[in-house]
């Protein structure tokens, strides 16, 4: 089934057959704009090469959005993996919008649905129930069909509803472009078109790949150190470039998690930082699984193992 008919029978079956609302076509043009600038750029046909302030204006935005995206959105806001103060959750909000991918409430919502349905009918993104282009990057240009109808995530709104109670939070969700275009103006206006090519579009780009290659790349490709009840992996090239988020099955089995690097050899970029800001003194109370818990879940990956060593038991 291609993306689009399986957003339409996705959005009709949790609408109980309501019509559809409009079509995605702001983000579709918008992602459309984006990537071709960002060939443009990365072809050198005729574009702006980036020299040694370019290139810091790049690395600099995508590592402050990327951990805008997996310490924020991701591990502050969709699963409550540590606390900080009010200024600081307000900070990881912006750093997040400005990386364009909706808001920060929209976006824990979304992302706890995929939890609370992972690979199975109600997941926004799956690539098992749907294509590889739908999990990585479809049902995000589709998802103003989705917002057409609020009860689709109703359940994952609940797990960011006490969220609702800062002000400064609902209106980011609601204005949250205002972000991404005033890093835009602030990167044009400090280097002109050099400046918005390599100190915003293309990093965008590079954050929206490496975030949705996380719901894409590491439900299909990877290993699985623990017997989750999803088809999540660990993938080391998705953890490298998305600050630890490649370490997906970890996450799955632990998703409250700050950390999902477990071990040395698992990256964890946006672990590192938060512990740093944690001896800082900048976020608090952050979560990990203990050593019995790590052993719990490894147990029941060995039992899984040997029961299907032995195979189907014999039917009498
Ligand atoms: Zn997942
Ligand atoms: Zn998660």
Redesign the pocket.
């Known amino acids: 089934m291609g993306p689009l008919r399986f957003a339409a029978a996705q959005c009709q079956r949790e609408a109980n057959g309501a019509p559809l609302g409009d079509g995605p076509p702001l983000l579709v043009t918008t992602s459309v704009i984006m990537h071709s600038a960002t060939a443009w750029a990365l072809l050198g046909a005729g574009a702006p090469p980036p020299g040694s302030l370019e290139l810091a204006m790049c690395v600099g935005s995508f590592g402050l959005r990327m951990f805008g995206i997996t310490a924020g959105y ?2 502050y806001f ?2 409550g993996s540590y606390r900080t103060s009010r200024p600081f959750q307000f900070a990881l909000a912006v750093l997040g919008a400005s990386a364009w991918q909706k808001g920060p409430l929209w976006w824990a919502s979304h ?2 649905e ?2 609370l349905h992972s690979d199975s009918a109600g997941d926004p993104h799956s690539p098992v129930c749907g294509s590889l282009l739908w999990a990585h990057m479809g049902w995000f240009w589709a998802c103003m069909e989705y917002d057409a109808h609020p009860a689709a995530f109703q359940a994952g709104r609940g797990r960011v509803a006490r969220f609702r109670q800062y002000p400064e939070l609902v209106a980011l969700d609601r204005f949250h472009h205002g972000p991404g275009i005033a890093l835009g103006a602030l990167a044009y206006a400090a280097d002109g078109l050099p400046g918005l090519l390599w100190g915003f579009i293309v990093p965008t780009v590079g954050v929206w790949h490496a975030t949705f290659a996380v719901n894409s790349a590491c439900h299909r490709w990877g290993s699985r150190r623990f017997a989750t009840t999803d088809n999540s992996r660990n993938n080391v090239w998705v953890a490298l470039a998305a600050f630890g ?1 490649g370490n ?1 099955n970890n ?2 089995a632990f ?1 409250w998690s700050a950390r999902h690097g477990l071990t040395w050899r698992e990256p964890d970029l946006s672990y590192a930082i938060l512990r740093a800001l944690e001896l800082l003194g900048v976020v608090w109370d952050l979560r990990l699984p203990t050593q019995e818990q790590l052993e719990r879940a490894a147990a029941r990956r060995s039992l899984t193992v040997n029961k299907q060593a032995a195979g189907p038991p014999d039917k009498l």
């Open positions: 991701h591990r969709a699963h992302h706890a995929h939890h988020e997906h996450h799955h998703p």
